[in-house]
């Protein structure tokens, strides 16, 4: 699973998808990209899983599927990266507390890599697809770094990010 070196975390082919082709696009997938997201929830403050379902909606469009944040929460679990533990409050059910573990820090950051370099293959790729909406192949360059007008599509071009 985890494996420590010099002071550095270092997960298993295991936990990684940087060998397998196209794995790096897969970690958007939304039953993929929950585990991050719960992940990096969990690193901001342990919590429980019906607060987590709520606190989950500005990340991650699982459109309130609790059992499914239930059923990855067990996962990451049974692979180590978080625990839980049981709390019994004055009032109400018992509930699981859920927290973060050093292999689930370390796999939290191997995920936050990977999709910065999907966020770049995005970006890459939308601002080329821009460019052709904006100049289709044919189309005469200006100096300016338009074109000459002629093929120029109304509306075309990027919205500032």
């Not at 690193?43 to 059923?71: C, I, N, T």
């Not at 927290?99 to 191997?110: C, I, K, M, P």
């Amino acid at each position: 699973m985890l494996q420590v070196t010099g002071g550095q975390y270092r997960l298993s082919k295991a936990f990684t998808t940087a060998d397998v082709p196209g794995a790096r696009m897969a970690v958007l997938e939304p039953r993929n990209f929950l585990q991050p997201c719960l992940l990096l929830l969990l690193r901001e403050q342990a919590d429980h899983g019906y607060e987590l379902v709520s606190r989950l909606g500005p990340l991650h469009d699982g459109e309130g599927d609790s059992g499914g944040v239930y059923r990855a929460l067990r996962g990451l679990e049974r692979r180590g990266l978080v625990r839980s533990q049981w709390s019994i409050p004055k009032a109400g059910p018992a509930r699981r507390t859920y927290r973060l573990t050093g292999e689930g820090e370390a796999f939290l950051d191997l995920q936050a890599a990977e999709l910065r370099q999907v966020d770049d293959a995005l970006h890459l790729f939308l601002d080329r697809y821009e460019r052709s909406t904006a100049c289709p192949p044919g189309a005469e360059e200006v100096p300016d770094g338009g074109h000459d007008g002629a093929h120029a599509r109304p509306g075309a071009g990027r919205a500032a990010r």
